[in-house]
């Protein structure tokens, strides 16, 4: 399939004008670095059916940030490499389930390229960094294979973390990478110290996609009672969670569909776009939402993030989180 990328250069912004920029590194994949940080998007495009669309260009995407048109300053459709934090839930109920656990996180690292990222955080009644952000897979995949479940669930303080992370590696680097956080996990939080709408608060601020793989292996609970009610609270927010982010969230049954679910992901991964844009409006501490749409002739139903916080300007420029 021919390689789809487009820079997109002198973007209207009041201070000035955008420019994104492209190198090689030493294997020939294309590096992309903004001068100025943009709004960055990944997309997914569906048809009616769920089945992803390829091969659109820029001229078939409109984008809108409270209501108002934006002009892109980047857009790719295959080359932009990915970084993925694997937030996987080895608390001690998940111990039966370990080397199934192992063999699906293990298959999305095998699925990487060559340029991409991974990173392996382990949720317990602490949260643990075995491996950071590395292009070595091997060491991803060794970091995993050493996992082992015991104690309580700190998910939301696991999410918070790999979302900092995210966050700090944008700060300090320009080069346009996708942002993707995939949490598997098979029950309640019983040990953070981030709350709930922290988390959230943190994942309305990053420009990181989350998939959500809720295993959902429990026995039933009577309707109203203290657990049930805590798990639909739970279930809400994650599905809140992977919606505003632009991700997805999955519930397998049964350990044994745990494979078929990161395939899916990783599916997900190499059928999207990266798109961004600089606002025309200064920053100002808001919250502003964001549309895409697929414009005709093409066809399609466009997913991204709902949103991000545009952080107040400085010096003339625009950052935004």
Do not use: C
């Amino acid at each position: 399939m021919m390689r789809s990328v487009t820079h997109l250069m002198g973007s209207l912004l009041m201070a000035g004008t955008v420019a994104v920029t492209a190198s090689s590194d030493a294997s020939g994949q294309d590096i992309f670095k903004s001068s100025v940080e943009m709004v960055p998007l990944t997309v997914t495009v569906t048809d009616a059916s769920g089945k992803y669309v390829r091969g659109l260009t820029e001229r078939d995407f409109a984008v809108f940030e409270n209501g108002v048109p934006q002009s892109l300053s980047f857009f790719a459709s295959d080359s932009v490499p990915v970084d993925v934090a694997l937030v996987l839930d080895v608390s001690g109920s998940m111990t039966a389930d370990m080397p199934r656990v192992r063999e699906a996180a293990n298959g999305l690292v095998r699925s990487l390229r060559p340029s991409d990222r991974a990173a392996v955080v382990a949720v317990q009644t602490s949260v643990g960094m075995p491996q950071q952000l590395t292009t070595e897979h091997e060491r991803v995949t060794a970091a995993i294979d050493g996992l082992r479940a015991s104690g309580s669930s700190a998910v939301y303080d696991g999410l918070y973390i790999a979302m900092k992370e995210f966050a700090r590696e944008r700060r300090e680097h320009a080069e346009v990478r996708r942002q993707v956080l995939v949490l598997l996990s098979d029950g309640l939080d019983n040990a953070s110290h981030v709350s709930a709408d922290e988390m959230v608060d943190a994942a309305r601020r990053a420009s990181v996609s989350i998939y959500i793989v809720a295993l959902t292996n429990a026995a039933p609970q009577a309707p109203g009672t203290p657990w049930n009610v805590a798990q639909e609270r739970a279930t809400y927010t994650m599905r809140a969670l992977a919606h505003d982010s632009g991700g997805r969230i999955f519930f397998p049954t049964a350990p044994t569909e745990l494979a078929a679910v990161y395939g899916a992901i990783a599916r997900e991964f190499a059928s999207q776009y990266d798109l961004g844009y600089v606002p025309v409006r200064p920053g100002d501490g808001t919250f502003r939402r964001i549309a895409v749409r697929v414009v005709a002739p093409a066809t399609g139903i466009a997913r991204t993030r709902s949103g991000y916080h545009a952080a107040r300007s400085t010096a003339g420029s625009i950052v935004n989180q």
